[in-house]
Structure formats: structure tokens, C-alpha cells
């Protein structure tokens, strides 16, 4: 019986800038069935989170409920976590974010908490553009309750059962994209070499930054005629461009002549290198952005990669003119204002 | 696509390759070309799993290690002593005496500090068993008619004696000294291998209904061969050991200067029974250890190991260095002899000349520091500088070539010399090793033997008899213990040096108590347990790569192996340990498995959706005279 993983890792395993190794960065042995495209997205949370030599005590991550929402439990057994109501994950981490800016907010939904149950709290996270990373674990299923169709399955997907969904989808990526959304992202969990640059980027970029990962349901969602299987992802993946996350301190300035290199800047100075498999996309154009992901989906395909950057967008701290400290640091002397300042205010109201 | 089942025994040229003989005694179909074309790894070639179970494949006699350490565990000593006496024929001298050439293989010595302590589990079955005799083949055998003559007693001619006698072969043991066993009698102390021990397991064979024909010195092969045999198999060892005939002062006083083995069998055979006070004993391998704590034990209080190589190169296995350091007995390395000082035709001791080694192109060489020599007193000095072979009683006009050193010329699959009736084995065959390793001769030459006297070619050898199965009992639960535990290894207790040092006979190991065998039997990791993985049922959903606790796993773009070992999920620069290759799949990637320091947890096969990944038992036994495993 193994429910616990060996504490012996491969002794050739090199230490990060930090000293930590890909283990300090490990949660605990995952109970999701066997298979699961979301244990696969939390390697690619830990194999990001150790390259970019993050402190692990420096990230929350925030959940809601669901097979998703449980994988926090899985990664980073070091970090902060909130494991909180369902649908209401949105509401927690702007709590916190505003109590403590200092830390790096990841939030970790399923289709089900995201674009159900969740979806009042969802968008208006996304129009105040909080500063965290919102990895949305896609598999079109509701796998805890047995592989009901959700909000994000494609119309005309079949389920386990043989039925064909008759509703409307819900893109993530493209409402993410109409409220404003700054770093607009899809993937696959099969795809690593994919995901984990996204991730990265997305963990850099200041402010939402949305990672819609489609993450087959090997249980109930990974039947023929299914929409979001891993034969049907596999064999209908289409990529904007390639993705390579450049720390600053690999940055050298590389000019291509046939434009279909686009280097995206960091605010903390690394970069975003994609090279461009789609030609009429623009990752800086909202217009394009959206076009490729209908005309994708017009066509049965599944758009993956980077789709929409605004680096330079305001975070909700900005937009509030909150100040550089986190609120949670601010002692009684800055919160309570001697009695001059007071009767200062009060003279000048009258 | 998946690669087709290969039987064994193909003999006709094949689709994918020729038929090729392996040195190790089987036939197969040339794997590198099969390998070329499916680019796969060939996991039906015998030899690939076997080489992932590291103790086994390093184990001379090949015996199935992780089988009987379960054994062990699960308080089934007696089966674990059987897994032993089949593979290995004397499990209770071997788990005291092993040479262990398993530990410096076993992978848990690669994820952690130390192996697992397999010699001394061996031990724990002997020490434990019940009743072995009813599990051994029992005589009277129905005689074939062929009469075999062994020369010596030793390991290699027992092993034998013992794969034939069952066979119906009429076995005559020849052997100088009046009870069997050989160097294990006369060169190993009886603190490391009590008397008892040696006369049980030496005892299981010659019950077999073998005609010994004890205190009988063969002077003469001719007149061997002269005598009606079929066959004879020559296992007399490496018995002359090593004088320094030319050091100054060797001859001055003879009674005081003595051969290490010499000297050795002299105690083990109740000749001597004491020594001076002050003993130097020159050298460095096993030998020097047993003549130092043997002086110890015989009356030497400042005794002295003195060694020409630095302590890191003796010869010696560290643990028996270890023991000698314990029992107070220092090793002066970098000392070679210059001279004996002999006053009044009485030894006063020796001169050494101090010396550092230094590397040239690989080559050691020891360069005088130029300090002035060392004078170490002595009363006696006991020569334990190594051990050759020496054939005066072989006539050399009877067909049996010898090369330069004065070994015979053999055959190194079959044993046999030039003459085709004559098989070597043991150190006898190609010099001074080890009992294990005598063991493993011996079951390769009792085979030829048996061909031999069947009128077949003894080059035509055995496949090994491989088994695979599938461990699966549910879905979180194996067929065997898959928890890999955290445990160090565990020491083996000693008997009190007060009491041992005053009685030569009192073994000083006291070997594991069963509990403690049972967490030590707890460290193997079930290397045998195999990884097998199943092309065509894997869906790359990645769940492997993910859980697998020392990054094994990567599904890559193809590429040659040299290529590939660049781009995995861990550094995988142990080129001494295989890649597990198979592709393409679906995405046009390879799976590749590096089997480095696979912990054999199952938890790839426990994640497995598809039951792409399995887990199976691989039981690898080398195949053993007149089983019917012929190939032809």
C-alpha cells in the first residue's frame, strides 16, 4: 500500500538560486484519480515556482471547491493557503491581497467554481484586475459529482453517458479578454514544455493574469466525443506561437527580421519570447486576440498559448492609491492619527 | 506498435537480426539491431531486466537476492535458505564470509549512505532455517553409468559434486587434508566461520552418496586420468602463497618467518597453537586480516599490519579492515620490506622503507619519500602478500597447454583445458578470487561436464530460465512490500572482544537478531520488482513523469542515447545503468526510463490511468546442469 511517496529524490537534482530544491517545492502525495490532468498542471506550478527561485513562504495559494481546488494540498507544502468556500475563492484572495501585497497570489478553480457557482465573483475579479495568477483547471466535467456536463463544455461534447451537451459554452479566455484582463492565457496539462513558461509569466505579470488550462477528466470526461479528452485536445491543438520565459538576467536584445518573434517585457525586466504560429494573430491587439480564439473555436480547434498581453495595466493597488505598505504592516501610529491631525481635519470642515 | 515477442532459443536467421552468441552463455537474437530498428528497448532479452537488479547481476552465482531478502522478511527463512542453497550451495559460509561483490552494486547505496547489508540477511536464513535436507535432492540417485573425479575439496569441485550427483554421476572427492571444504577450512579463521557451520553445509553434499577420498594427495594426473574417469574436474585452488625469497635476512632465521596460508592451516588444523608477543604480519588483503586478529588470539599482543599500498588500496574488503582496527591492531600503510634483522640466528624484527604513491596515466606507482627506513620489532612475521596457483602434480605431457603465468589454457565459458576430458574451476582456473566466485565455476563447468559426458558440445550453453509477474493485487496494493523505508543500515552485533580474543574459536559476529533482520530485510528496495511499460495502453498524460519520487521518467523527443541522457527529468550520467526506451508514441515522443535509481515504489504503475505502467517480478535463475533447458 503507497499512500505515501518515498522520501528519496534523485540525487542529481541541482539546488536553486535559493538553495531549495525541486522537492522543498512538493505538497502531499495527490488522492485525485489516477491520470488526472490537474496533478499534472501542479507539477508544472512547482517545476515553474522552483526555476523562478520564488520563497516558498513568499505565495498563497487561494482555492475554492472541487477536484481542483483540492491540488493545493499537492504543491507547494510550504506556501500559504486558503482552501475557501465554493465560488468565493475570488473574494478571499482580494481580501488578502489588499491586507498583504507583498505576497504572490495564485488561485487555483475548476470550470465549476470559475464559470458556475463562481462566476459573479469571477468577473469582477477580473475588472478590478487583482494582482495574482488565476489558473482555471478546465475539464469541461463536474468530476465530483460524477462528470456532469459544466459550464465550459463545448456545445455538441458528448459526456461519458453518450449525450451531446446542447448548451452555449463559456470561453473563459474571451470573457476574460471583454473585462479587461491584462495576461490572457490557454494550455493543456499534457503540453509542459508549453505550460510552464506560461506559468511563470503569468506568476511575473502585475496584475490578473488568467491561465485556462484544459485538463482532461481521465475519469469521466475522457471518452470518445468528449471535447476536452486528451486524444481530442491532442489531435485538435493549435498554438498562437511558441512560448519561452526569459529570467532578466538571460535577456539579450535579438532583433528578427521576419517579425514573427514578439518579445513581451516584464515590469521586473524578463521577458516573453514567442515566436508566432498564427498570422494574423497580435498578442497586444484585443480585436485579434478574440478573432483567433472564435475563429479557432469555429473550427473545432483548441487555441492554446499565449492570447492576449497588456503589461504595462494598472493593478487594483494602483487604482486605489493604497500605499506601498501592506496594509496588514501598518501599526496604530499610521493608523490613528495623533489629535492634532484630527483637529486639523475637523478645522477644515468647518 | 510494440515489439514482438522474441522466443528464446530462435536459432535461424531472424527478421530483425542474426542469432548471435553471448559470452555470457546464452543465445539471442542480436538485440542491438532489433533495438535499431524498433526503437525500443528490447525487454525480452534476458539479460535487460536481470541488469536493473543490481546485486543479482553482480552476484557471480547470480542468486536472486531481492527473492530471498522477502523471504527473509516475511520469516521464511527456510525458503530463503533454499533460494540460497540453489543459487549459491553454501548460504551459511557465504553470510559470513562473502567477498559481497552484491553491496557495491546494490542501488540503495546510490540514493542513500549504505547498501543493504544482503551478506548478512544470507546469514539470518542459515542462522534461522528449519528443516533443509527434506528441500534437497535425496539419494541413492539412479547411477548413469559416468564416473567423475574431483580434485580438491574446495568450493568449486563441492558445487560440482553437487550439480552432478543428483544426475546419476558416480563422484570420487579427492583431497590432501581429512575432512572437505578446502581454503574455507584452512584459510578462514574459525571466528569468522565456526567449524560447525562449514561441516553442515560441506556435510549436505557429501551426503549425497559422494565417494571422498580424503588425506589422499593426487601426485599424479596421468595416472588420475589412467584410472577410468569420464571426466575430471581440477579444483585445487591458488595454494602455494607468496615468500619475499630475495628480502635480506629471510633465511636467517626460517622458524620464525612464516607463509600466511601456510601458517593459517597449521591453527585451523590444531598444528599450531601459539605465537611471540610481537607479530608483524606484511600485507594487505583479506589473508593479512585473517593471520593479524589470528595472532591476536594465539598469545600476539603488539601486532602489526605493515602494507606497501596506501589504506584507501589494500586489498582487504574495508569491513575486514574495519574488524582488524577494532581489535586493536594498527595498519601501517605506504611501508615496503627492505630487510629482516636477525641477531644471534633470533628475529628481532624489520625494516621498512617509507613510500608515497603516485599517479602516472592510471598506473600506481610508490616512490620512496626518502625519510629514514622504520624498524618494527617482531618475534614473528607472518608473509600474507598474496597466493598462486601451482600444478607440480600435473604432467605436462598429457595434452593440457599452460600459458606463461604456468595456468592452464581454458575455454572461459566451458572450463575446459585443452584436453578435452580435464575442466578446471575455482582458483584453480584462473587464479586466486573468491568462494562466491568458485561457486559460480562451478556451475558453469558441472554444465560442461554433463554435456561433456551426454556427447554433446559444451560450448552449446543455457539459457536462463526467466519468469515475469504481474505484482498488481488492487489498486493501491502490490503483491510485495512497495514502502520504500527512510532506515540506515543496520550494524551487526559483536560478541564481546574480552571473550573473543581469548578463544580463537568463538565467532565474533553474533549476526542479526530477526527483528532487526526483518527492518534491514525492509531497506531492499524489490529491484526485481520490474517496470514494465506497455506502448500502445499509454495515453501521455503525464501522471507518471508527475509522481515518480526520483524523476525516472521522461517523455521526450526521440534521439540516440547519448542524446537523449541530456534531456531528462534528472541527470541521468550513470552510463553503467540503462535507458528504458519505447516509442514512438502518438505525439511522436519516446518514453525513457532511466533506470538509475529507480526506487521500484510502483507509484508510476499506481498513477497509471491505462495500466500502461506494470509491475512485474522478474525471477532470472541461471540455468543449472541436466535441467532440460537445453537449446538444441
Known amino acids: 500500500m503507497s499512500f505515501i511517496k518515498p522520501n528519496f529524490r534523485h540525487p542529481g537534482h541541482k539546488p536553486n538560486a535559493l538553495g531549495f530544491l525541486p522537492s522543498d517545492y512538493e505538497g502531499l502525495l495527490s488522492t485525485l484519480c489516477a491520470g488526472c490532468g490537474h496533478d499534472s498542471i501542479g507539477a508544472g506550478i512547482i517545476q515553474a515556482c522552483f526555476e523562478l527561485n520564488i520563497e516558498p513562504h513568499r505565495l498563497a495559494k487561494l482555492s475554492g471547491i472541487g477536484c481542483s481546488s483540492k491540488t493545493p494540498a499537492y504543491f507547494l507544502g510550504n506556501s500559504h493557503g486558503f482552501n475557501s468556500v465554493h465560488g468565493r475563492m475570488p473574494s478571499v484572495a482580494t481580501g488578502a491581497n489588499l491586507a498583504n501585497r507583498d505576497l504572490i497570489y495564485l488561485g487555483v478553480s475548476g470550470d465549476g467554481d470559475t464559470a458556475s457557482i463562481g462566476m459573479g465573483q469571477f468577473v469582477h475579479l477580473v475588472r478590478r484586475n487583482l494582482n495574482m495568477t488565476y489558473i482555471v483547471m478546465n475539464n469541461g466535467c463536474y468530476g465530483l459529482t460524477k462528470g456532469q456536463d459544466s459550464a465550459t463544455a463545448d456545445k455538441g461534447s458528448k459526456s461519458k453517458s453518450g449525450n451531446a451537451n446542447v448548451f452555449q459554452n463559456i470561453d473563459l479566455a474571451g470573457l476574460a479578454i471583454e473585462l479587461g484582463a491584462g495576461f490572457v492565457a490557454r494550455s493543456f496539462s499534457g503540453d509542459k514544455t508549453q505550460l510552464v513558461p506560461l506559468i511563470k509569466a503569468a506568476l511575473n505579470h502585475p496584475g490578473f493574469a488568467l491561465i485556462d488550462v484544459i485538463s482532461p477528466c481521465v475519469t469521466f470526461n475522457n471518452n470518445p466525443g468528449s471535447t476536452k479528452s486528451y486524444d481530442y485536445v491532442r489531435q485538435h491543438l493549435e498554438a498562437t506561437a511558441t512560448v519561452d520565459f526569459v529570467p532578466p538576467a538571460d535577456v539579450i536584445e535579438v532583433n528578427y527580421e521576419d517579425g514573427a518573434e514578439v518579445d513581451v517585457t516584464m515590469h521586473n525586466g524578463s521577458q516573453l519570447r514567442l515566436r508566432k504560429l498564427q498570422p494574423g494573430w497580435n498578442p497586444y491587439q484585443k480585436d485579434a486576440a478574440v478573432r483567433a480564439l472564435h475563429e479557432a473555436s469555429t473550427a473545432g480547434e483548441v487555441l492554446t498559448g499565449l492570447i492576449y498581453v497588456n503589461e504595462v495595466q494598472e493593478d487594483l493597488h494602483v487604482m486605489l492609491n493604497t500605499c506601498e505598505r501592506p496594509l496588514n504592516q501598518l501599526t496604530e501610529r499610521e493608523l490613528l492619527p495623533p489629535l492634532q491631525a484630527l483637529d486639523a481635519i475637523n478645522a477644515s470642515l468647518r | ?632
Open chain 2, 1 to 632: 506498435m510494440s515489439p514482438p515477442t522474441i522466443t528464446s532459443g530462435l536459432r535461424t536467421q531472424g527478421k530483425f537480426g542474426k542469432v548471435a552468441h553471448y559470452s555470457s552463455g546464452y543465445i539471442f537474437v542480436d538485440f542491438y539491431q532489433i533495438a535499431e530498428i524498433l526503437r525500443s528497448t528490447d525487454i525480452q532479452h534476458p539479460e535487460y531486466f536481470h541488469k536493473v537488479i543490481d546485486c543479482q547481476y553482480a552476484c557471480p552465482a547470480h542468486t536472486p537476492v531481492p527473492e530471498y531478502i522477502r523471504l527473509i522478511a516475511a520469516g521464511r527463512y527456510t525458503e530463503a535458505y533454499m533460494v540460497n542453497w540453489e543459487s549459491n550451495v553454501f548460504p551459511g559460509i557465504l553470510g559470513r564470509t562473502c567477498d559481497r561483490p552484491c553491496e557495491p552494486a546494490c542501488r540503495r547505496g546510490r540514493i542513500e549512505e549504505e547498501p543493504v547489508a544482503i551478506c548478512r540477511l544470507k546469514r539470518v536464513a542459515a542462522d534461522n532455517k528449519g528443516d533443509v535436507r527434506r528441500h534437497m535432492p535425496r539419494g541413492p540417485f539412479p547411477p548413469n553409468g559416468k564416473k567423475i573425479a574431483l580434485v580438491g575439496a574446495g568450493p568449486s569441485s563441492l558445487t560440482v559434486a553437487r550439480d552432478l550427483a543428483p544426475l546419476g554421476y558416480a563422484i570420487h572427492l579427492y583431497d590432501e587434508q581429512g575432512l572437505g571444504g578446502g581454503m574455507m577450512r584452512s584459510q578462514i579463521p574459525s571466528f569468522r566461520l565456526p567449524a560447525e557451520v562449514l561441516d553442515e553445509e560441506v556435510g549436505y553434499v557429501l551426503d549425497m552418496g559422494i565417494h571422498t577420498h580424503f588425506r589422499q594427495y593426487v601426485n599424479s594426473l596421468k595416472s588420475l586420468m589412467e584410472a577410468g574417469y569420464d571426466a575430471i574436474f581440477v579444483g585445487t585452488g591458488a595454494p602455494r602463497g607468496k615468500d619475499l625469497p630475495d628480502l635480506p635476512g629471510r633465511w636467517d632465521a626460517k622458524a620464525k618467518i612464516h607463509i600466511g596460508i601456510e601458517w593459517l592451516a597449521n591453527v585451523a588444523f590444531e598444528h599450531t597453537h601459539a605465537i611471540g608477543k610481537k607479530v608483524i604480519v606484511v600485507g594487505g588483503g583479506n589473508t593479512a586480516m585473517d593471520c593479524c586478529r589470528t595472532s591476536r588470539r594465539l598469545g600476539g599482543e603488539t601486532v602489526s599490519v605493515v602494507v606497501r599500498s596506501p589504506f584507501d588500496e589494500m586489498k582487504a574488503s574495508p569491513w575486514e579492515k574495519e574488524d582488524a582496527l577494532h581489535e586493536g591492531i594498527p595498519i601501517y600503510d605506504c611501508h615496503v620490506p627492505k630487510s629482516f634483522v636477525v641477531e644471534n640466528g633470533l628475529l628481532k624484527g624489520m625494516y621498512f622503507e617509507k613510500v608515497e604513491a603516485s599517479y602516472v596515466g592510471g598506473r600506481r606507482k610508490l616512490l620512496p619519500t626518502g625519510e629514514p627506513d622504520v624498524f618494527f620489532e617482531a618475534d614473528d612475521v607472518l608473509l600474507a602478500i598474496g597466493q598462486e596457483n601451482s600444478f607440480p602434480w600435473i604432467e605436462r605431457d598429457l595434452g593440457i597447454e599452460f600459458n606463461q603465468w604456468q595456468l592452464p589454457v581454458l575455454n572461459e565459458t566451458t572450463f575446459q583445458s585443452t584436453q578435452p576430458r580435464v575442466f578446471f574451476g575455482g582458483d584453480a582456473a584462473f587464479g586466486p578470487k573468491n568462494v562466491i566466485t568458485a561457486v559460480a565455476q562451478g556451475h558453469q563447468a558441472a554444465i560442461s561436464i554433463d554435456l561433456f559426458c551426454q556427447g554433446k558440445d559444451p560450448n552449446d550453453r543455457l539459457v536462463p530460465t526467466t519468469q515475469r509477474i504481474p505484482q498488481k493485487m488492487g489498486i493501491h496494493e502490490w503483491a510485495y512490500d512497495s514502502y520504500v523505508v527512510d532506515d540506515l543500515r543496520y550494524e551487526v552485533p559483536q560478541e564481546d572482544k574480552a571473550i573473543t580474543l581469548k578463544d580463537r574459536k568463538v565467532e565474533v559476529e553474533l549476526g542479526f537478531d530477526r527483528e532487526t533482520a526483518f527492518r534491514e530485510a525492509q531497506r531492499c528496495l524489490n529491484c526485481d520488482v520490474q517496470t514494465v511499460f506497455t506502448l500502445n495502453k499509454c495515453i501521455e498524460c503525464d501522471a507518471c513523469v508527475d509522481i515518480c519520487p526520483t524523476s525516472c521518467i521522461s517523455f521526450v523527443p526521440d534521439g540516440d542515447e547519448a542524446d537523449l541522457r541530456t534531456r531528462l527529468s534528472a541527470p541521468a550520467d550513470n552510463l553503467t545503468q540503462d535507458l528504458y526506451v519505447a516509442g514512438p508514441l502518438p505525439t511522436t515522443r519516446v518514453m525513457v526510463k532511466d533506470e538509475d535509481v529507480c526506487l521500484h515504489c510502483g507509484l508510476c504503475a499506481e498513477r497509471c490511468p491505462t495500466a500502461a505502467w506494470d509491475m512485474q517480478k522478474y525471477l532470472y535463475q541461471v540455468t543449472k546442469a541436466g535441467s532440460c533447458k537445453h537449446i538444441l
